[in-house]
């Protein structure tokens, strides 16, 4: 029987730890760290969420339904995180004492919901009571004032996304957003949009790396969704790279290379795999005819057109290559809504992210 208390000892606090690590790895470390609390709370969530799913009849309604997957997952966390503590505590205080299961139990509720509707003699006891109420606090504590700083960027991430419609329409299109420069007469001067949106790559990445639940978080109109966004840009600087014929603008090839890099950074958290090093051989979801396609629509909207086609294909291919992949499994993991050269052939890679990987293992 000594043994059994010892060992209950050592499982609450090996459980009272691994806990609050996973409190830890989830909110308060500034980088995306995989955890199994996190990963079961979002993976479990959204097989119900799923269920769900099946009777919807229309985009816009499993865009409702969604909306509320990420912010549902994140109320959940704390109560699992407050759970597995109080059953790591109240393993401690049957493991001291002579107490049943229950009481301990009721103890440690007691302690962690600071209500006090039990109580204890032993000086040690109350010493390991204080410091389980002291941890239900902070637990509750964390999510709260990380909530804030998750909504801000969120609002920040959004704020491009919304601005990108009156550019390249809804849903977002390069083509479009080609065309509409040429005609507003900026076309020959993007310096300051590639810019923007370099910026707006490394600050997606640096908080959807570190807060990865940001990356399902969903916007506020149906049609609008940031992968779709940035895929759209990525799109727009490689066409203007590749075909447009006028002078290089070596902003959009630092806009590509932070974009594409984005993707791969929050993709590679998710657990999907891509060719790091890819070849120009390699095949891409878009094909020549339809980059033909999209040169004849620019053309026909006076754009203007480097001659050398064959060219102009290959250099596209070898930008396009480097986000491909993760551009369009991104779409199947965050359910984006449609949108020409990105989510409207995902199905692509459906097969590899039929269960998504929210919260990838070690």
């Given at each position: ?43 479990n969530l959204r ?55 229950f009481d301990a ?223 369009l499994s991104m ?32």
């Open positions: 029987m000594v043994a059994l208390k010892i060992v209950s000892v050592l499982a609450g606090i090996y459980l009272i730890c691994f806990t609050i690590l996973s409190a830890l790895r989830t909110f308060v470390v500034p980088r995306g760290l995989p955890d199994p609390i996190a990963r079961f709370v979002f993976q097989r119900i969420f799923n269920i769900r799913l099946r009777y919807a009849k229309s985009y816009i309604v499993k865009d409702k339904v969604m909306a509320f997957y990420a912010p549902s997952a994140l109320v959940l966390l704390p109560i699992i995180w407050l759970t597995l503590v109080t059953i790591g505590f109240a393993s401690i205080y049957w493991g001291l004492g002579s107490r049943s299961w139990y009721k103890l440690s509720g007691s302690a962690i919901t600071t209500l006090g509707f039990s109580s204890t003699d032993s000086i040690l006891e109350n010493a390991i009571v204080f410091t389980e109420a002291t941890i239900g606090l902070i637990l509750v504590a964390i999510l709260i004032s990380y909530l804030p700083t998750m909504y801000a960027a969120w609002s920040e991430r959004e704020m491009a996304v919304t601005k990108l419609d009156v550019r390249a329409g809804t849903p977002a299109s390069a083509i479009v957003l080609l065309q509409r420069s040429y005609r507003i007469g900026s076309l020959d001067d993007m310096t300051a949009f590639w810019y923007e949106w370099e910026n707006w790559f490394t600050s997606v990445e640096e908080t959807h790396t570190s807060l990865p639940a940001l990356s399902l978080y969903r916007s506020t109109v149906p049609e609008y969704n940031w992968v779709i966004a940035a895929g759209t840009v990525l799109d727009s600087a490689a066409l203007a790279n590749a075909a447009i014929d006028l002078p290089h603008d070596p902003q959009a090839d630092l806009c590509l290379r932070a974009g594409y890099l984005m993707l791969r950074r929050i993709a590679s958290f998710f657990g999907i795999k891509y060719d790091e090093f890819p070849s120009i051989e390699d095949p891409i979801s878009i094909s020549k005819k339809e980059f033909n396609e999209a040169l004849d629509d620019l053309a026909a909207a006076g754009v203007p057109i480097k001659p050398d086609r064959e060219k102009a294909w290959l250099d596209f291919k070898g930008w396009r290559i480097n986000y491909d992949t993760v551009l779409c199947n993991i965050v359910m984006a809504p449609y949108a020409p050269w990105s989510s409207d052939r995902s199905h692509l890679h459906r097969q590899s992210t039929r269960t998504p990987i929210f919260f990838r293992s070690e």
